[in-house]
C-alpha cells in the first residue's frame, strides 16, 4: 500500500468518526428528550388514575340518577373509565417501572422494561423457545433415570435441573408481567410451588422410603414433561390427558402421605412433597375447569348476540 493510498484511507475513516460522534451526541440529545417524555407520561398516567379513583368514590356517593338520560350518562362514564384503565395498562406497558419485590430480590433495580413491540415480541419468543428446549431435555434426562439409571446422583442433577429451570421461570414471567403480559393468578403460583417441590426432592436422602417413590416421581415428570398445559390451547381433545396428570399429583399425594406411616420413613420431605402436590392439584384443577366454564360462557354470549 503507497502512502497516499494510506493517508486516502485514514480520511475516510477520520470521516467516519466524525459522523459517529454527530450521531452519538444526536443520539444522547434524544435520549434525555425520550426521558423526559417517559417521566412526563409516568406522571399524567398516575395523576389521571388518582383523579378516575376519586371520581369514581364520588359517583357512588351521589344520588340516584333522577331521569333516564342522567342514568345512561352515569353508565356511559363508567364504562368510560374502566376502558381508559385498560389504556392506561397499555401505555405502562411501554413505560419503565419499579421491578416487584420478587425481581427487586433477584435482580435489585435494574430496569428490565422492554421498550418497543419487537422487542417485548423477541423475548416472549425466547421464552416460549426456552421452555420447549428444557422440556425436551428434562424429558429425557427422566427417561433416562426411570429406565436406564437408578442412580442417586443422577436424579440428583435431574431435580437440581429442575429447582434451576422453574426458578428460570419465575424470573422471567415476572419480566414478562412488568412489560405488560397478563400472567396472572395461579400460572405464576404454580411455578413457585414446583420450584419448592423440586428443591424438596433435591434434598431427601436416598432411603428405603425414596426409593418407593421414586419411580412413581420420574413416570409423572415423564407425563407431565409431555402434555405440558400450553399444549391444549385450542386443542380439546387433549384435556382428558391434562385432567389426568392433575389427578396423577392428587395420586402422588395421597401416596406420599400413606408413606409419612411406614416404618421406615423418618424423612420431612415426605410430609412436605405430598403437601406439595396437593396444592399443585388443587391450583391446576381448580384453574382448569375454570378456565374452560370461562371459554364456554363467552361461547354461548357469542352465540347469543348472534342471534
Not at 82 to 110: C, D, T, W
Request: aromatic share 16%; glycine share 4%.
Amino acid at each position: 500500500m503507497s502512502f497516499q493510498e494510506y493517508w486516502e484511507e485514514w480520511e475516510g475513516l477520520d470521516k467516519d468518526y466524525q459522523l459517529l460522534q454527530e450521531t452519538h451526541k444526536l443520539y444522547k440529545q434524544q435520549l434525555e428528550e425520550v426521558i423526559k417524555l417517559q417521566n412526563s407520561c409516568l406522571s399524567s398516567i398516575e395523576r389521571q388514575k388518582k383523579k378516575y379513583k376519586e371520581l369514581s368514590k364520588n359517583l357512588k356517593r351521589c344520588q340516584l340518577p333522577e331521569t333516564e338520560e342522567q342514568l345512561r350518562d352515569t353508565g356511559f362514564i363508567q364504562e368510560l373509565m374502566k376502558e381508559r384503565q385498560n389504556i392506561f395498562f397499555e401505555m405502562e406497558a411501554f413505560l419503565p417501572k419499579k421491578n416487584g419485590l420478587y425481581l427487586s430480590l433477584v435482580l435489585g433495580n435494574v430496569n428490565v422494561t422492554l421498550l418497543s413491540k419487537q422487542a417485548k415480541f423477541a423475548y416472549k419468543d425466547e421464552y416460549e423457545k426456552f421452555k420447549l428446549y428444557l422440556t425436551i431435555i428434562l424429558l429425557v434426562i427422566s427417561f433416562t433415570c426411570r429406565f436406564l439409571l437408578n442412580s442417586r446422583v443422577v436424579d440428583s442433577v435431574f431435580n437440581f435441573l429442575l429447582v434451576w429451570y422453574y426458578c428460570t421461570l419465575t424470573i422471567r414471567e415476572s419480566i414478562l408481567i412488568n412489560n405488560g403480559s397478563r400472567i396472572k393468578g395461579w400460572w405464576v403460583m404454580h411455578h413457585y410451588v414446583s420450584a419448592f417441590l423440586s428443591g424438596v426432592m433435591l434434598t431427601w436422602p436416598d432411603s428405603k422410603v425414596y426409593q418407593i417413590f421414586r419411580n412413581q416421581f420420574l413416570s409423572f415428570s415423564m407425563y407431565q414433561k409431555g402434555f405440558q398445559s400450553w399444549m391444549w390451547r385450542g386443542l380439546t381433545f387433549l384435556l382428558p390427558f391434562l385432567f389426568f396428570g392433575h389427578f396423577w399429583q392428587l395420586y402422588n399425594a395421597i401416596t406420599l402421605f400413606k408413606l409419612t406411616n411406614h416404618p421406615d420413613c423418618k424423612e420431612w420431605q415426605v410430609s412436605m412433597c405430598g403437601l406439595a402436590f396437593l396444592v399443585l392439584f388443587l391450583g391446576n384443577f381448580l384453574t382448569t375447569v375454570r378456565v374452560i366454564y370461562q371459554k364456554q360462557k363467552q361461547r354461548e354470549e357469542k352465540v347469543n348476540k348472534q342471534l
